[in-house]
């Protein structure tokens, strides 16, 4: 009798020979390297994953608030990242011109 489980990677439904039992096998789907159950664990169902809903006090009404400071950091921060990445396309500009 086989051991049937699911693949961790792609959700393949795997049948293996009793005997490898704990062996490393190969999926034949997505060829990842998937450790094969014991029996008992293989025959038990996988308990279903639950959708838990975000409670609706996580984010106001208005959307995103920002106190002064965090939005001064969050400009600083962004014109820090176009300033760094102009400069990364002068350096490359000149590199390869």
């Given at each position: 009798m086989a051991i049937r489980f699911y693949c961790p990677f792609c959700d393949q439904l795997l049948g293996i020979a009793q005997r490898r039992a704990g062996a490393v096998v190969e999926c034949p789907c997505c060829h990842g390297k998937v450790?094969?159950?014991?029996?008992?664990?293989?025959?038990?169902?996988?308990?279903?994953?639950?959708?838990?809903?975000?409670?609706?006090?996580?984010?106001?009404?208005?959307?995103?608030?920002?106190?002064r400071s965090q939005l001064v950091a969050l400009l600083l921060a962004l014109g820090l990242m176009l300033l760094v990445s102009f400069a990364v396309g002068l350096v490359v500009g000149a590199l390869s011109g």
């Open positions: 450790g094969v159950p014991a029996e008992e664990a293989a025959e038990l169902p996988a308990a279903p994953l639950e959708l838990v809903p975000l409670a609706s006090t996580s984010v106001p009404p208005d959307g995103i608030v920002l106190s």
